[in-house]
């Protein structure tokens, strides 16, 4: 458990740097075509204008984007449900708020 | 950096604060679900502030730009349509839990005393909300836009004596003008959240000099139901929820943006299949299936005679409901189911 | 010190003064505050339009002109005759559309329905849509409002 676990974090954090880098190199990329892609707003805007990605690589950037983002939500809520385990034992073992001179630690019974 | 931490307590007393998320409690219960709702609102306004204050980058509250600088947005502006799009949609979602935030506090019959200013201010929230709502549906001034808020606009006409005074005030003149756009756009960008926030203020305040309430069950055996501190067992939980909901905002504001209607044409017949946004529909549908006279009155000011006592029985539904776990009380929570499904209803009905 | 027939002391009395001054004060600010928030609008007494627009115009057919803000819609009755209705709906103040084929007047917010003289038939609409008065002189239609 300990040994799968001490293979598997790292292994997701590296992915998920990964997964980001591209997707903000992905973005930075996009900024010249965009701007050569660009229509002057007067012209369209005489008829219902419908939302639309404005190059082909801005919309596989987006999606690329969606997906980091829900990998980062899953590793995130992974660590979180971690921290959250740990914080409850420390609640419910009585030694919450000893470092700050706040409750005893309840006498042994 | 522990210097620093020092520092800056001795200057702003830091610490009272992480003693303050130390003690506060949060109890552990079957309801203990709706207690996320709260902080969840939070999150959407804050992705408003953020997204709303980008719009207004390239937004013109003009009657002869509105459309166009929306459109710009839209079109020119890199990913300007996908923030619009969350701009919307997160809208959408707070109004959404909102409603959901007042329905469970209403159906555990939390606001019972001490809480019911509490309510009161949460009631105020709810109207602060839709208020944005209203005022930010005219702001793309495109067809359906001016329609809804000519619409939106006129009811108050029907009150008696001061309703064409409020109707005016409301539009900036007799009619929907360019006038009423920069209205709107300072109303939605300026007032409304000066008073959001100081209503929020209010309301969070009571919150925390309260305590979180308890379902009547749980008051009622008298023992102490297990709770958690809030710092840092429960905000930890909410980090979990913001993280979901996040994820769950981007998703739907990439796969479903909402598009740009033509310019408003003031002069230009109302466009077939109208419709306000969905928290408006159950009223929407009322109005369409009033008649013009009921018993000789004015249909209109039946409507708004309606939804005024509605708004303030809601208002003071604390003082009306004061013996909540009596015979009383449930009366008041099968009228409430009743209301409720009316209301569901209506939205369906109007959506057909 | 309290006199003895007073109904308050002295404090009472000039609390209520000086927050009662402070009041009547701030109120009187309030006027002119208010009324800067109405910008000035008149509704126009009459508005001409060049009759020459309009003469071609076939019965049962209507044209749009701008009644001041608000939208106004001129049309040919089967004689001849032209009258000019202001085409915003008497309910909630949506502009209606004239569908000559039912030749009725109909607004599509909340489905209210008029007929060819403006008479409200169907829907929530209260009253008739308005008339204005329509007459010639010389070159130019002139649109007054009725009565």
Redesign the interface.
């Known amino acids: 458990m300990t040994t799968r676990r001490a293979i598997l974090r790292p292994a997701l954090l590296a992915l998920l740097l990964l997964a980001g880098a591209s997707a903000v190199v992905g973005a930075a990329q996009?900024?010249p075509l965009?701007a050569a892609a660009?229509?002057p707003?007067?012209e369209?805007?005489?008829?219902?204008?419908?939302?639309?990605f404005?190059t082909p690589r801005?919309k596989s950037g987006?999606?690329v984007f969606?997906g980091w983002?829900?990998l980062s939500?899953g590793v995130?809520?992974n660590f979180?449900?971690l921290?959250?385990r740990e914080?409850?034992r420390v609640?419910l073992t009585g030694l919450?708020?000893i470092a700050?001179g706040?409750k005893k630690p309840p006498e042994h019974p | 950096m522990k210097k620093l931490r020092t520092w800056l307590n001795d200057r702003l007393g830091l610490e009272a604060l992480s003693r303050f998320g130390m003690a506060k409690e949060v109890p552990q219960h079957s309801h203990t679900i709706w207690y996320y709702t709260g902080s969840s609102i939070l999150f959407f306004l804050g992705i408003q502030i953020v997204t709303g204050v980008m719009l207004a980058l390239y937004f013109n509250p003009t009657i002869k730009d509105a459309n166009a600088s929306v459109a710009r947005i839209m079109t020119e502006i890199p990913l300007g349509w996908i923030i619009r799009s969350i701009h919307s949609w997160s809208a959408t979602f707070m109004i959404a839990v909102v409603l959901i935030h007042l329905l469970s506090i209403a159906f555990t019959k939390a606001y019972r005393a001490p809480r019911e200013a509490t309510w009161m201010s949460g009631v105020l929230l709810l109207c602060v909300s839709l208020a944005f709502g209203f005022t930010g549906y005219l702001l793309p001034w495109d067809d359906l836009s001016l329609a809804a808020t000519k619409v939106g606009t006129d009811i108050p006409k029907a009150i008696p004596v001061v309703g064409t005074w409020v109707t005016s005030l409301l539009r900036g003149g007799e009619d929907v003008t360019g006038d009423t756009i920069s209205r709107f756009f300072i109303v939605h960008v300026c007032v409304l959240p000066l008073v959001i926030f100081a209503i929020l203020g209010i309301h969070l305040f009571l919150v925390q000099r309260h305590g979180m309430s308890l379902p009547l069950k749980a008051e009622a055996r008298g023992e102490k139901t297990p709770s958690l501190p809030f710092w840092p067992n429960f905000t930890l939980r909410e980090t979990g929820v913001w993280l979901v909901l996040l994820g769950i905002l981007l998703t739907v504001a990439v796969l479903l943006a909402p598009s740009l209607g033509p310019a408003a044409n003031l002069m230009a017949p109302a466009p077939a299949g109208i419709k306000p946004e969905w928290y408006f529909l159950f009223m929407f549908q009322t109005l369409k299936l009033f008649p013009a006279r009921i018993l000789g009155i004015n249909g209109e000011l039946v409507a708004v005679a309606v939804m005024a006592a509605g708004f303030f029985l809601v208002l003071i539904l604390p003082f009306l409901d004061n013996r909540p776990a009596e015979r009383k009380g449930r009366i008041i929570t099968g009228v409430a189911y009743a209301v409720f499904a009316y209301t569901i209803a209506m939205t369906i009905w109007s959506l057909l | 010190m309290k006199l003895r027939d007073s109904l308050f002391t002295r404090r009472v009395f000039l609390n209520g003064l000086l927050g009662g001054g402070l009041a009547a004060f701030a109120a009187t600010f309030i006027g002119p505050l208010v009324r800067f928030v109405f910008p000035p609008y008149r509704e126009p007494d009459e508005v001409k339009l060049a009759s020459a627009d309009y003469r071609d115009l076939p019965p049962n057919e209507v044209k749009g002109f701008a009644w001041g803000n608000k939208p106004g819609l001129i049309k040919r009755a089967a004689d001849g005759s032209l009258a000019a209705f202001v085409a915003v709906c008497t309910h909630l103040d949506c502009n209606v559309s004239y569908l000559p084929a039912d030749r009725k007047f109909y607004c599509a917010c909340h489905k209210g329905w008029y007929d060819e003289n403006g008479t409200n038939i169907a829907g929530p609409p209260p009253s008739p849509l308005r008339r204005l008065a329509v007459s010639l002189d010389g070159e130019s239609l002139v649109i007054k409002k009725q009565g």
């Open positions: 996009n900024v965009r660009s229509k707003a007067v369209a805007a005489a008829k219902e204008i419908h939302p639309a404005l801005e987006a999606y969606l983002t829900w939500i995130l809520l979180l449900r921290k959250v914080a409850d609640f919450y708020g700050k706040g």
